[in-house]
T-cell receptor
Framework: DTGVSQDPRHKITKRGQNVTFRCDPI?????LYWYRQTLGQGPEFLTY????????KSRLLSDRFSAERPKGSFSTLEIQRTEQGDSAMYLC???????????FGPGTRLLVL | GESVGLHLPTLSVQEGDNSIINCAYS??????FIWYKQESGKGPQFIID?????DKRQGQRVTVLLNKTVKHLSLQIAATQPGDSAVYFC????????????FGTGTRLTIIP
């Protein structure tokens, strides 16, 4: 399978714990995007990378959230001190280049108890 | 802020009939539009895209129409099949060369056998 992959697919955690999600983009895609989707809504942009450089962050991305793409390949999204409001589907997408199609992964569903 | 909206939250269509899903956008500077299909528990799946220098684009059983005058986008699915049942999102990039996508809330399409 050469699509975008995400791990884990599901995560249940207690409020206050830290969680980390991983995204592996399609090979050779230099753009990588993170979105968040809550029930009944469309995805909302969080941040994106061009290779290893993080180029834009949404104001949705509070200081408890951090994303990295250290070698320009896979990316991680960490949420510190999780809150119940962080419960959502976290989606990763990648594209070959500027304004090319963004292909999404299956998402990581987070539930904060 | 700018938003992307859909006219109908749900749509039911008889199998074999054609369906049309509509989307209104408010940002006249958007120059890239995409339709995604999302099945339950999965990430959004790319269907078709269109740039602002076009008003129509066709794919396999799908056609996207863009009316920049009234800022309206539609997705036509021909000869619908049970596998077309899903939530459909339109998304736009909000500004020339902008990479982050803004999604609408989605339309749930149900194909009746």
């Amino acid at each position: 399978d050469t699509g975008v992959s995400q791990d884990p697919r599901h995560k249940i955690t207690k409020r206050g714990q830290n969680v980390t999600f991983r995204c592996d983009p399609i090979s050779e895609h230099n753009r990588l995007y993170w979105y968040r989707q809550t029930l009944g809504q469309g995805p909302e942009f969080l941040t994106y990378f061009q290779n290893e450089a993080q180029l834009e962050k949404s104001r949705l991305l509070s200081d408890r959230f951090s994303a990295e793409r250290p070698k320009g390949s896979f990316s991680t999204l960490e949420i510190q001190r999780t809150e119940q409001g962080d419960s959502a589907m976290y989606l990763c997408a990648s594209s070959l280049d500027l304004l090319e199609t963004q292909y999404f992964g299956p998402g990581t569903r987070l539930l904060v108890l | 802020g700018e938003s992307v909206g859909l006219h109908l939250p749900t749509l039911s269509v008889q199998e074999g009939d054609n369906s049309i899903i509509n989307c209104a956008y408010s940002n006249s500077a958007s120059d890239y539009f995409i339709w995604y299909k999302q099945e339950s528990g999965k990430g959004p799946q790319f269907i078709i895209d269109i740039r602002s220098n076009m008003d129509k684009r066709q794919g396999q059983r799908v056609t996207v129409l863009l009316n920049k005058t009234v800022k309206h986008l539609s997705l036509q699915i021909a000869a619908t099949q049970p596998g077309d049942s899903a939530v459909y999102f339109c998304a736009e990039n909000g500004d020339f060369g902008n990479e982050k996508l803004t999604f609408g809330t989605g339309t749930r399409l149900t194909i009746i056998p």
